[in-house]
């Protein structure tokens, strides 16, 4: 049996992973402390000697108390630490089982490295992947929580509380595999990970996922920022070549990638999971993507977002003009949504004429499309849909044909379901009502001879209901249902059931005494009609309808469908005339009604509303659209001028987009309604300060204390008042009283160490900082904060020029970063580098 200390030589001698000298650099601090441990100094300095150049020998300077330790690892001079400030009892002794010590520390080192590095690649593990993943998405949630200690740093600037994870997939890898072996297989999965290594920034996280699978991990990240990312390494991997050395084949290597972002790729109850659970559920996000960017061709890019927009395709078709297709609720797909089909096979092509030898016409069909389908049923991952409209009847949808989703004001169906000379509309056999596609032609007619109707969208929801707030979309309800040794289809049979015995209900509840009246003389007038809404849903249209007395009804509907059936409802209503929105908009304005009312306890009810539409907005602010999320925020005002929620939601949208002047004046009023709110004060606090209102700020955060005397982040605050007024005691007090409460810690590090730089205590402004990059090793502020105290304190400057750049990386826009960039290279005496990043800095 092999000892413990054999085991250890093995695995210390293994060269595939060894440590280099900007590991010693993300590691300094780790590596500071190891020798703190068994050697305590005041100060130290790491620095590397030159290429060539093997650098100071061990010394000890007892008049200076300065030891010269050079780090050797293996036989190889990796760095050298200086400590200063160190007392030796036995001078010519101690030193030599000093630097022992050093290099044991360096051992750890390298094991942690192993522990968290792939052999074969030199990528990151899966595992630590996934750690490091789960630590950015809580830094994320903490800047985008409001309440104590659930905040990350307000004074980021550029951070956008966003991330994105890209996922890989090498194109017929497995061909490769069976063809030329393992062994060459390994070889190129080698090469791709140097590849996906060299065309990513420092800050990008890259890993080895599993075999030919790999993924990335990019901080602060949109999905523009992903899109580049992707198509950068996906060429980087294209440009590849190997020779096999047996047959002497060329062999040529493609990938397939998918990107999602966090937190827009996540959704109801999926946020409520720890962070490492929404790290695998974004991991996940990415290799959907992934498999779409495949089934469009592979070697090509996919966003997550845009998969329920034009990654679906048509599955199978089935009788009756219905079609499976390859959506689902997991990447976002609803009932009604609407879809143009066409070939890819006769997508946009390429047509040539010769006028004469010289002289030639190019040109580019335009898409062909073979007509409209609706999502009529919508499960986990798949879909079913119903054709609208078909174009050429001899030329119709069939397996293989994409989807691409549109607006019913684009729908190539609408001007048709406007005229009655419509065929004869088909009734559900099991409810007597219009399918899903017959009651939109209905309503399309209905709505334009009633000037006041009520749309009602109903969900029957699965056995043991969502819990309080949690969407029935994110539910996986029906595959618990079906367990094993369950017969096939018995969840769809049993919400066919209680469909049936839901529309009896409502038809005894929701429909008596609605008389239609025609919208002028001598039209037809409307008439109330229901409709299937996907799996376990019904829609009504109630024309002459009062909103108090149908949301009534509503309510009479959940509790008898409860009491007579066990079953558990959740119904969303939507009115014309609401604002100036149209006739058309009240059957999506139901279903955000359905979607706030999933968020009740029962029961489920909700007339679209101004709460409704903070919902909707809420959703968008998440998804990063601030423009659109302001229109539907102002709306939802417009609709109720006291939902204070709305207006400082309004504010913080403001603030995202730079404007503190509106942002202010929302604060102000939510401040005036609620002079108890902990978080508009703070904001108002904030919008405050930004236009330069310092006795405003002060009093705001002041106020926010005497609410919440545990609100970290109004303590920050006041610190940076304090700091820019030059009152460093009190600005230190403040920063460290804030270091103290939980969950702002890292906030206050990096102002301290400005503060200690500021007081000329250049170590305690390192230690900071290094704190402060290990809550958040992408704090690009932090990074070149750090770089300029190595500069200024005469220090190596390449590791300023390693933490420089990756400041810069991290943020682009800022000048300074690459400025600090090019004096670091100008000392190491790399002028042409210095110009290029000056130039970078005035671009």
């Known amino acids: 049996m092999r000892s413990p200390a054999d085991i250890f030589a093995t695995t210390t001698a293994d060269r595939a992973v060894s440590l280099t000298r900007q590991d010693l650099i993300d590691l300094e601090h780790a590596l500071k402390d190891g020798i703190h441990d068994f050697l305590p100094f005041v100060s130290y300095s790491l620095f590397f000697p030159r290429e060539g150049d093997p650098g100071p020998a ?46 044991c520390v360096l051992e750890k080192l390298l094991l942690y490295k192993r522990s968290v590095t792939d052999a074969l690649t030199g990528l990151s593990s899966r595992d630590h992947f996934l750690g490091s993943l789960a630590q950015e998405i809580d830094l994320i949630q903490h800047s985008l929580g409001a309440t104590t200690g659930g905040r990350s740093d307000p004074d980021l600037h550029g951070f956008s509380a966003s991330l994105g994870v890209i996922g890989l997939d090498l194109d017929s890898f497995q061909w490769i595999n069976e063809r030329y072996g393992y062994l060459v297989g390994d070889a190129i999965n080698a090469q791709v990970g140097r590849a996906i290594a060299s065309a990513c ?64 790729s996540l959704r109801g109850r999926q946020f409520q999971r720890t962070p490492r659970e929404q790290a695998r559920i974004l991991l996940r996000a990415a290799g959907k993507a992934v498999g779409t960017a495949k089934d469009h061709g592979r070697n090509r890019v996919f966003n997550f977002g ?53 002289e030639r016409l190019l040109g580019r069909s335009p898409t062909l499309y073979k007509g409209e389908i609706v999502l009529s049923e919508v499960q986990e991952d798949m879909s079913f849909a119903e054709v609208l409209h078909a174009g050429d009847p001899a030329w119709t949808p069939e397996p293989g044909d994409r989807l691409t989703l549109i607006q019913e004001r684009d729908s190539l169906f609408a001007a048709e379901a406007a005229s009655d000379g419509l065929a004869a509309p088909s009734r559900d056999m099991l409810t007597g009502l219009y399918g899903y596609r017959d009651f939109l032609a209905f309503f399309a007619r209905a709505r334009g001879r009633s000037e006041n109707f009520c749309v009602a969208l109903t969900r029957v929801l699965p056995p043991h209901g969502p819990p309080h707030g949690q969407p029935h979309s994110e539910l996986h309800a029906e595959h618990r249902a079906e367990g094993p040794g369950s017969r096939p289809g018995g969840l769809q049979q049993r919400l066919d059931a209680a469909v049936a015995q839901v529309a009896a209900l409502a038809e005894r509840i929701l429909l ?22 996907g799996l376990g849903g019904l829609v009504h249209f109630l024309p002459n309808a009062d909103p108090a007395e149908m949301a009534e009804r509503a309510q009479e509907l959940c509790r008898q469908a409860s009491a007579e059936h066990g079953l558990d409802l959740a119904v969303g209503l939507a009115r014309h005339p609401f604002l100036h929105l149209a006739k058309a908009d009240v059957l999506d304005c139901a279903r955000k009604g359905l979607e706030h009312a999933l968020l009740l306890p029962a029961p489920r009810v909700a007339m679209f509303d101004s709460l409704s539409l903070n919902v909707s907005a809420d959703r968008l602010f998440v998804e990063g659209d601030l423009y659109a999320a302001v229109e539907e925020f102002k709306l939802a005002l417009l609709a109720d001028p006291a939902n204070m929620l709305a207006r400082n939601s309004l504010g913080i949208c403001y603030a995202q987009i730079g404007k503190a002047d509106l942002a202010r004046r929302e604060f102000e009023q939510v401040v005036e309604a609620e002079p108890d709110n902990v978080m508009a004060h703070y904001n108002l606090g904030w919008a405050c300060q930004r236009l330069g209102e310092i006795s405003c700020a002060h009093a705001s955060y002041e106020r926010c204390l005497s609410l919440d005397p545990g609100h970290g982040f109004s303590l920050v605050r006041l610190g940076s008042l304090a700091e820019a007024a030059g009152d460093l005691s009190s600005a230190e007090d403040l920063y460290q009283k ?59 400057p390449q590791i300023a020029e390693v933490l420089a750049r990756q400041s810069a990386a991290l943020m682009p826009e800022r000048q300074e970063f690459w400025d600090t960039l090019a004096r670091a290279l100008n000392l190491q005496g790399r002028f042409e580098d210095a110009l290029k990043a000056e130039a970078r800095s005035r671009a």
């Open 58 to 103: 061990l010394h000890y300077d007892h008049k200076a108390r300065e030891l010269v330790l050079p780090l050797i690892l293996h036989g190889e001079t990796l760095g050298v630490f200086v400590a200063r400030g160190v007392r030796l009892a036995a001078p010519r002794a101690l030193p030599p089982l000093l630097q022992h010590l050093a290099a």
């Open 201 to 264: 920034p420092r800050h990008v996280t890259s890993a080895r996922i599993h075999n030919d699978t790999f993924a990335l991990l990019v901080p602060d990240a949109s999905p523009k920022t992903c899109l580049e990312l992707a198509e950068r390494v996906r060429q980087a991997i294209g440009a590849l070549s190997f020779q096999d050395e047996v047959t002497g084949d060329n062999i040529s290597v493609s990938a397939s990638l998918g990107f999602a972002n966090y937190p827009q």
């Open 306 to 358: 845009d998969i329920v927009k034009t990654g679906g395709r048509i599955l199978e078709v089935l009788p009756m003009q219905r079609q499976a297709v390859s959506l689902g609720r997991s990447v976002g797909a609803k009932e009604g949504l609407r879809y143009l089909v066409w070939s890819p096979r006769f997508q946009e092509r390429t047509f040539e004429a010769h006028l004469s030898e010289d």
């Open 512 to 533: 008596p005494g609605l008389d239609a009246k025609p919208a002028r003389p001598g039209d037809k007038p409307a008439r109330t009609a229901g409709g299937r809404f």
């Open 738 to 796: 804030a270091l103290e409460m939980p969950g702002t810690e890292a906030a206050a590090l990096r102002p301290l160490a400005r503060v200690a730089l500021a007081q000329g205590d250049p170590a305690r402004a390192r230690e900071c900082l290094h704190l402060a990059l290990s809550a958040n090793h992408n704090d690009a502020v932090a990074l070149h904060m750090l770089a300029r105290l190595y500069l200024d304190s005469g220090e190596d």
